[in-house]
Nanobody, 120 residues
């Protein structure tokens, strides 16, 4: 089992910045991928970005150039630095982790989510 705990959400004005953190613990494989997803009211959950244990990143087009993902493997923590925030970034942000089982990724583990609200 893996436990994921997000923190750092809150209310921010348009154009502002916020950093989310996700601390992972439990049965974490050496090779894995950690990602951030978000879900706005009435919309499906969507990928924001992800980062592998080797440091390779992937971002949704809507956040490229504004959001940055990083991780501290020693502490099992992944970060989402969000800049130039827009009202449409308002959502519950979820962290997930997928362990690489050698030939495929296992089913993801999810955190409980943290609310980000962008409003003046």
């Amino acid at each position: 089992q893996v436990q994921l705990v997000e923190s750092g959400g809150g209310l921010v004005q348009p154009g502002g910045s916020l950093r989310l953190s996700c601390a992972a613990s439990g049965s974490i494989f050496s090779f894995n991928s950690m990602g951030w997803y978000r879900q706005a009211p009435g919309k499906p959950r969507e990928l924001v970005g992800s980062i592998t244990s080797g440091g390779s990143t992937n971002y949704a087009d809507s956040v490229k150039g504004r959001f940055s993902i990083s991780r501290d493997n020693a502490n099992g923590t992944v970060y989402l630095q969000m800049s130039n925030l827009k009202p449409e970034d308002t959502a519950v942000y979820y962290c997930n982790l997928r362990n690489w089982a050698g030939r495929y990724y296992e089913a993801p583990y999810w955190g409980q989510g943290t609310q980000v609200t962008v409003s003046s």
